[in-house]
């Protein structure tokens, strides 16, 4: 079974409903390491080392945050600048990551009709993403689709639960063995049949 660390940012989560519907149904799931950023790091003093050594142990790496400013929350940023060193992570000797899966798990209050070239933001999620995307592959990873939840403040508790369901469910995806190439084709991973919920 593949080891999932979820690298998770968020700056207020104790006024989440997002998120918190997210991060409470996968917490506890076997194989599945939850690190939470802001909790960790209030000071923004990263242990660079500690978090090498968790990233050497784990297979798949979750960017898990909600999109702020088209972008994370300033601490997982400060968690890519400080951790993702040369010649560790990228450059001649920077191997630590190679093959190691990575993807962004976000939620947005803009709905999906707003991300695209005539919608309110102009460019789409998977745009937006695209640093992230960029780094991944710099650092010599398999970058995923992301898995979305997007028109956060239109969500009631049963769509939310529903979102949850479906990334409990990709989180068992994840774990098996299964062959990336199918995942790579979708534009987001919720739109997997898999992951479907009945
Ligand atoms: C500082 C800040 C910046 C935000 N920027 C964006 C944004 O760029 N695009 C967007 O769709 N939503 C944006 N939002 C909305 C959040 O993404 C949304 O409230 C969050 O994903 C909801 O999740 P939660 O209930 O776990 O907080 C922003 C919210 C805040 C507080």
């Known amino acids: 079974m ?4 979820i690298l998770f940012s968020h700056p207020k989560f104790e006024k989440s409903r997002a998120n918190s519907a997210l991060i409470e149904r996968i917490k506890d799931k076997e194989g599945v390491t939850l ?3 802001y909790e960790r790091y209030p000071d923004f003093h990263i242990d660079v080392t500690a978090e090498k050594e968790l990233l050497n142990q784990h297979d798949v790496i979750i960017w898990h945050h909600p999109l702020y400013w088209y972008s994370c929350p300033p601490l997982m940023k400060q968690w890519i600048d400080m951790v993702l060193e040369f010649n560790w992570a990228y450059g ?3 191997n630590a990551l190679q093959d ?17 070239s005539e919608g309110v ?9 695209r640093p992230f995307e960029q780094t991944a592959k710099l650092c010599g990873m398999k970058y995923l689709p992301p898995f979305a939840v997007m028109g956060t403040h239109r969500l009631n508790d049963e769509d939310l639960e529903d979102y949850a369901n479906q990334y409990s469910k990709l989180i068992v995806l994840l774990q098996d063995e299964i062959s990336l190439k199918e995942l790579k084709l979708a534009t987001f991973l919720n739109d997997l049949p898999k992951l479907k919920t009945s």
């Open 92 to 94: 001649p000797e920077g």
């Open 35 to 37: 690190h939470d950023l």
């Open 2 to 5: 593949k080891k999932i660390l």
């Open 100 to 116: 190691k899966t990575c993807l962004n798990v976000i939620t947005t209050g803009g709905s999906k009709e707003m991300y695209c």
């Open 121 to 129: 933001n102009s460019f789409s999620v998977n745009q937006f993403l």
